[in-house]
């Protein structure tokens, strides 16, 4: 248990390091009104992040799973915007992004689910996922503002 606490803390301290800002060519493309939602989102996952993991170690499953759930509910794309913001998301934000986006919300929906039923080994499981994520994210879309992020081609053949 000490070990999982250990790699969920470093975990928490990744996240919480690089959620602080997030933009890409793609996202500074945006209109100023669609960047200040998606930078919205992103605060607000950070504070869901910071939140689980206090949660999680004292053992609050509730408040993890209640945090959990509104993070999976937080799409950018389900939040009050325009159809014609819509469009413009759609057509200039990567569909791996979205791919990358909706994985998330798909495990914040396993974090509530395991959370609730009390299975706290599953909890750690799921942030680190979470965790995971993020930093896929991050390295792909916003390597410019985390460059220790940036996959080096020439350690891609290694193995653990």
Request: with cysteine.
């Amino acid at each position: 248990m000490l070990n999982t606490v250990k790699i969920i803390l470093i975990s928490f301290s990744l996240v919480f390091a690089l959620s602080i800002g997030y933009a890409d060519s793609s996202v500074k493309s945006l209109s100023p009104e669609l960047r200040a939602l998606l930078g919205k989102e992103m605060r607000a996952l950070e504070e869901g992040m910071q939140s689980i993991i206090t949660a999680y170690v004292s053992g609050n499953l509730e408040k993890v799973s209640d945090i959990a759930e509104k993070m999976k509910n937080s799409f950018i794309l389900k939040q009050a915007i325009t159809k014609e913001q819509k469009h413009e998301l759609v057509n200039k934000i990567s569909k791996s992004f979205f791919r990358l986006d909706k994985k998330f919300h798909e495990y914040a929906g396993m974090l509530q689910h395991v959370a609730k039923e009390k299975h706290i080994e599953s909890v750690g499981f799921y942030y680190y996922k979470l965790t995971e994520l993020c930093v896929a994210c991050h390295s792909n879309f916003a390597n410019y503002r985390f460059p220790k992020l940036q996959l080096d081609a020439s350690k891609e053949d290694h193995n653990h």
